[in-house]
C-alpha cells in the first residue's frame, strides 16, 4: 500500500508539474510553490527528498514521455527550494533525455529520407505527438508495399526485423532492430488498428499530412484531427490504458483549438470509432480539470457521444487504466457492428479475433510472464 501510495503522489506531482501553466522564468518560483502554505502546490516537500523520490519519479515520467516536461520546471523548484543535490540530479535525467532524443531523431529524419527517395512515403505517427518528449519507439505510416519498406532499411540502415508477434502480424506492422539506435522503428503498412481492422482512417492519414520543424528535424506528421484518432485506438481499443503524455499531448491539441470537431467526427464515425474517441477526449478534459481548475474546450456533441468519464479509471502500474468490463468491451463491439454494417467484412473479421488474442496474451502471460509472442 506503501508503494501505492508513493507512485500515486508521483503522478500528482507529474501531472502538476505537466498541465499547470508555469512562470516562463522559474526565477520566481520560490514565491510559485508557497512551500510554507497550508495547502502546498506539490505533493511532498522537496527540500527532503531522497535519492530514491528521484529515481522512482524518473521511472514513472519515462514510462509516462514526460521527461522533459516535468523534469525541466522541477529543476527551477529544486534549486529555488535549496536542493541542490535533487537539482543536480534532475539536471543530469535532463541531458541524458535531450541526449536519447536528439540521438534518435537523427535517425528518424535519415530513415523518412530514405524511404521516401525510395518511393515509399511514410508519416510518423505517435512518436512525435510527445514532443519535447519522445515516445520509447519511432512509429511511421507507410502505403507502400511492405517488402519495398524492408528493402530500404535493410540495405542503407543494416537493419533486421525484430520477431513479430500475431497481433504484429494482424496489424500489418513491423518492427526494425536498426544498428547504433536503441529505439525499434515500428512500420505500419497500410493498416491501423490493433487487428489492422482500419483502413478508413489511413486515407485520410495520407491525404492530410503537413511537414514540421523538429528542432533542425524537418519530418512528416499526421493532421491534428488524424492524431486523436490513432491515440484513441492505441489507448482505448489496444493497451486500455491512459498514461500522463496522452493527457497532455491531447491538451495541447485542444487548447489550441485548431481542432476540426465536425471533420472528427464524420471521421470517427466512419470508422465506427466515434464514441471511443469523444470519450477518451472527456477523460482528457476532466482530468485536466482536476489540476488546472478548467478542462480542454469540447464541443456539446462530444460531451453527449461519450459514454464515460474520469470518474471511472483507475491508476495502477504506472498508468490510468480503462475498464474493460463494460465499457471497453462496448466500445470494441460498437466498432465491429460498424465495420460489418459498412460492408467491410474482411476488416470485421480482423476485429472478431481481438478476443481470441487477447485471450491467448492472458494465457501467455501467466504462463510465461511474457505476452510478446502474441500481443
Known amino acids: 500500500m506503501d508503494h501505492l501510495r508513493d507512485s500515486t503522489e508521483n503522478l500528482q506531482l507529474l501531472s502538476e508539474l505537466v498541465l499547470v501553466p508555469r512562470p516562463a522564468n522559474c526565477a520566481g518560483a520560490q514565491q510559485t510553490l508557497q512551500m510554507e502554505s497550508t ?36 529543476h527551477g523548484m529544486l534549486e529555488a527550494a535549496g536542493n541542490r543535490e535533487g537539482a543536480d540530479w534532475v539536471a543530469d535525467s535532463i541531458q541524458r533525455e535531450r541526449a536519447r532524443i536528439t540521438h534518435a531523431l537523427g535517425f528518424l529524419e535519415r530513415i523518412c529520407e530514405a524511404l521516401e527517395s525510395a518511393r515509399c512515403p511514410v508519416t510518423v505517427i505517435k512518436s512525435l505527438d510527445h514532443w519535447p518528449d519522445l515516445g520509447s519507439d519511432l512509429d511511421l505510416y507507410t502505403d507502400a508495399r511492405a517488402a519495398d519498406v524492408i528493402k530500404v532499411m535493410s540495405a542503407q540502415f543494416g537493419a533486421s526485423l525484430a520477431d513479430r508477434s500475431w497481433g504484429d502480424r494482424l496489424a500489418n506492422k513491423w518492427n526494425f532492430i536498426v544498428p547504433g539506435l536503441p529505439e525499434l522503428v515500428e512500420v505500419h503498412v497500410g493498416r491501423l488498428g490493433q487487428t489492422g481492422e482500419q483502413t478508413a482512417i489511413t486515407r485520410s492519414l495520407v491525404n492530410r499530412v503537413h511537414r514540421i520543424q523538429f528542432g533542425s528535424h524537418n519530418l512528416r506528421l499526421a493532421a491534428l484531427e488524424d492524431r486523436i484518432v490513432i491515440s484513441t485506438l492505441q489507448r482505448m481499443y489496444r493497451h486500455f490504458y491512459i498514461r500522463l503524455c496522452d493527457i497532455a499531448d491531447n491538451a495541447r491539441l485542444l487548447d489550441s483549438h485548431a ?12 470508422a465506427g470509432l466515434w464514441e471511443g474517441i469523444a470519450t477518451y477526449l472527456r477523460i482528457v478534459s476532466e482530468y485536466v480539470a482536476a489540476y488546472r481548475g478548467d478542462g480542454v474546450p469540447l464541443p456539446s456533441f462530444v460531451a453527449r457521444a461519450a459514454k464515460f468519464g474520469s470518474n471511472q479509471i483507475r491508476f495502477r502500474r504506472q498508468f490510468l487504466r480503462v475498464p474493460i468490463l463494460p465499457h471497453s468491451l462496448n466500445l470494441y463491439a460498437t466498432e465491429l457492428k460498424s465495420l460489418l454494417r459498412n460492408g467491410e467484412l474482411r476488416n470485421g473479421l480482423r476485429l472478431s479475433l481481438l478476443p481470441c488474442l487477447a485471450t491467448a496474451a492472458a494465457v501467455e502471460l501467466k504462463i510465461s510472464g511474457s ?5
Open 371 to 375: 505476452d510478446k509472442g502474441i500481443w
Open 39 to 74: 495547502e502546498p502546490l506539490l505533493p511532498f516537500d522537496l527540500r527532503a527528498s531522497t535519492l530514491q523520490t528521484w529515481e522512482d519519479l524518473e521511472s514513472l515520467a519515462t514510462s509516462n514521455h514526460v521527461i522533459l516536461r516535468a523534469f525541466e520546471p522541477l
Open 259 to 270: 481542432v476540426d470537431f465536425e471533420y472528427l467526427r464524420s471521421l470517427g464515425s466512419a
